[in-house]
């Protein structure tokens, strides 16, 4: 779901940056950055799909409680602010 809101941003930024010239960054690192962010999201994706068809999706359950727990009781000590 996220994929067309994703590209669109980044049509808009890579319009930018050509409008406003690529200056010091140059054409090589912005494909190798890009071939670099396809690469690892098909790779994550690839492993997020084989890994669900042999797992059910608890582990990600109790990640985010346990995560969501530790956020809530930092909040609650002063430790990180609420925003």
Known sequence: MGVPAITIAGLVELKGLLETGLGSIGLVPLIGGLMAAV???????????????????????????????????????????NI
């Open 39 to 81: 690469a690892s999201s098909y790779l994550a994706i690839f492993w997020l799909i084989r890994f669900l068809k042999q797992h059910s999706t608890w582990v990600f359950v109790w990640y985010r409680l346990a995560f969501g727990t530790a956020i809530l009781i930092a909040i609650a000590t002063g430790q990180m602010e």
